[in-house]
């Protein structure tokens, strides 16, 4: 009788067993398949920004043709860079010094910037 009783608890131990891994591979490829969706709906997203910053690009560039504007990749990093420190509060005299130009020649490259941030900051008041 005794024999018996192991041989059942050890055959109920082995169904119990195989029950347990069979729940936890359906939930591992649950979890594996929501993690493939996040995946696939980030590329999407990543894509889409990647498209929007394309479109972006063509647009100023398009833009700088109409507008008869020809700058090389240099100069349009470095105005860029201008635009950055002056949003950022740096003074004229300071985005001078970092960029080794004259302060003029700042106040020449802001003061189509300059005009237009106060034109909003006065719409924006009233």
Do not use: C
Not at 11 to 27: K, M, Y
């Amino acid at each position: 009788m005794m024999l018996w009783t192991l041989a059942g608890l050890f055959g109920i131990s082995i169904i119990l067993l195989v029950i347990s891994i069979s729940r936890t591979s359906r939930a591992a490829k649950a979890e594996h398949n929501q993690i493939d969706l996040i995946h696939i709906s980030t590329m999407k997203e990543i894509n889409a920004i990647q498209d929007s910053i394309r479109n972006i690009e063509l647009d100023i560039e398009v833009v700088m043709k109409e507008a008869g504007v020809q700058l090389s990749s240099e100069d349009k990093v470095f105005m860029r860079d201008v635009l950055d420190l002056a949003n950022r509060n740096y003074s004229n005299e300071s985005i001078a010094q970092m960029k080794q130009v004259s302060v003029e020649e700042i106040e020449q490259i802001l003061a189509p910037y300059r005009t237009l941030q106060e034109g909003r900051k006065v719409a924006n008041e009233n």
